[in-house]
C-alpha cells in the first residue's frame, strides 16, 4: 500500500492524473497484521518459488526476497512512508 500511495503521489509530477486522483481519493488506510518489517515466513516462500521454477512456472522471485526480515526496500519503504505521513498530517 506504501509503494501504491508513493507512486501515485509522484505521477502528479509526471503528468498521470488519473493515478494521482487515487493518492488525493486516499483518506485513511488501516493495516491487519502487515510485516512492514518483513516476515521470518519469506524463507518458505524463497522454497515455493525454487519448486515453481523446477515445475516449469514463470516467477518473480525478487518480490519474495523483499519480504525477507529488515530487507533494504522494506527499511526504504517504512522510513520515507513514516515521514510522508508526518507532513500530510501537518
Same mark, same amino acid.
Given at each position: 500500500?506504501?509503494? &501504491?500511495? %508513493?507512486? &501515485? ?18 483518506? &485513511? ?10 516476515? &521470518?515466513?519469506?524463507?518458505i516462500g524463497l522454497k515455493a518459488? %525454487?519448486?515453481? %521454477? ?13 519480504? %525477507? ?15 510522508? =505521513?508526518?507532513?500530510?498530517? =501537518?
Amino acid at each position: 500500500m506504501e509503494q &501504491a500511495l %508513493k507512486r &501515485a503521489r509522484g505521477n502528479s509530477r509526471q503528468g498521470d492524473e488519473d493515478l494521482f486522483s487515487v493518492f488525493e481519493s486516499t483518506f &485513511a488506510i488501516l493495516f491487519f497484521g502487515t510485516p512492514h518489517r518483513g516476515s &521470518a515466513f519469506s524463507s518458505i516462500g524463497l522454497k515455493a518459488v %525454487k519448486t515453481a %521454477k523446477l515445475a516449469g512456472f514463470s516467477v518473480n522471485e525478487s518480490n519474495v526476497r523483499d519480504l %525477507k526480515e529488515n530487507s533494504p526496500i522494506l527499511e526504504e519503504l517504512r522510513e520515507s512512508f513514516a515521514s510522508w =505521513m508526518i507532513n500530510v498530517s =501537518m
